[in-house]
């Protein structure tokens, strides 16, 4: 997550001239100064995310998505292992053609696996991004709006290597507030469990004819 600081003070600069003007106009009363807001809020953008109803949402349908790849992954690395074993096990009993053979083929499915990995890996880490974005997106526009009606003027975020947040009070931190305002703006509909089957009658007990 990069670190982002929003900068919510505007300063509106006007300008007016009437050079030609044949007589000059009574100065305009000048309206008061507006109060420059200094307080400084910190929030960690990442766990923030992570911490939404969405966020939990989305990061279940990424592991649902690709769980299946991962069990295949590690099944196909169980049997690459054991035949490792096979040939270390087998170098005095295994002909050189069958060590050969035996060698050849975990090379094969290393390499395939290999492959196997990067593209699943590849296409995990581009929906990750995607939805990453989609949800940083939607918080940024409200930490804006926070700052904006709490009258903060910078927010820092803290999470990461590179923060430059050595120390923060306690009144300082928003995360949490913004996970419950994310959460009231952009709320998970709870799916509703799968109904249950309609129970059996039940059977009559068999008598016996005498």
Sequence with gaps: MKKSSVVLTTFLLGFASSAFAQAPTPAKPQAAPTAIPT??????MAQAIAS????????TEIN???????????KR?????????QLNN??????DDAQKKLAADIQAKTTALKRFGEDAQAEMETEDAKVGQELQSKMGALIQQYAIQNGY????????QQSPVLWAAAA?????????LFDQVHPVKEEAPPAKPPAKPPV???????
């Excluded at 649902?64 to 590690?74: I, Q, W």
């Excluded at 003027?153 to 990461?160: E, F, H, I, K, P």
């Excluded at 300082?172 to 419950?180: E, Q, S």
């Design 172 to 180: 300082t931190w928003i995360t949490d507030d913004m996970v419950k």
């Design 64 to 74: 649902n998505k690709f769980g299946p790849r991962k069990a295949e992954y590690d």
């Design 90 to 95: 087998g170098r005095a009993t295994l002909s």
């Design 39 to 44: 307080k400084i809020a910190i929030i960690n």
């Design 204 to 210: 009559p007990p068999v008598t016996k004819k005498q």
């Design 153 to 160: 003027a910078v927010v820092l975020n803290y999470g990461d």
């Design 77 to 85: 690395s169980q049997e690459i292992e054991a035949a490792t074993n």
């Design 52 to 59: 939404t109803k969405e966020g939990q949402k989305a990061a």
